[in-house]
């Protein structure tokens, strides 16, 4: 089974930035650099929405609503996804839940609050 944990979410005002983490604490360095990971976001009353991705490879794609305002990476030794998040407004309000997908089955972590206000 595959744990992961996000976190580094917060109260940031508009224009502000965060990074959020997503660790994967019980994965095996070997097994956690062939990980794809994704990281969602729920706002309140909406639905699930995909938000970016990074690949094994370090390849990245993103929503085109964050495009050129977020950016993702890796440390694989750390077994970790950074997503970094600038230019943050209100509509980026919401929580942020890291996923993959492994063995068939989709784990997600329980989720970082992201709230954008002044």
């Known amino acids: 089974q595959v744990q992961l944990v996000e976190s580094g979410g917060g109260l940031v005002q508009p224009g502000g930035s965060l990074r959020l983490s997503c660790r994967a604490p019980?994965?095996?360095?070997?097994?956690?650099?062939?990980?794809?990971i994704k990281w969602y976001r729920q706002a309140p009353a909406k639905q699930r929405e995909f938000v970016a991705e990074i690949t094994d490879g370090g390849t990245s794609n993103f929503a085109d609503s964050v495009k050129g305002r977020f950016t993702i990476s890796r440390n694989n030794s750390r077994k970790t996804v950074y997503l970094q998040m600038n230019s943050l407004n209100p509509e980026d309000t919401a929580v942020y839940y890291c996923?993959?997908?492994?063995?068939?089955?989709?784990?997600w972590g329980p989720g970082t609050q992201v709230t954008v206000s002044s």
């Open positions: 996923s993959t997908r492994q063995y068939g089955s989709d784990y």
């Open positions: 019980r994965a095996i360095f070997s097994v956690f650099k062939d990980y794809t």
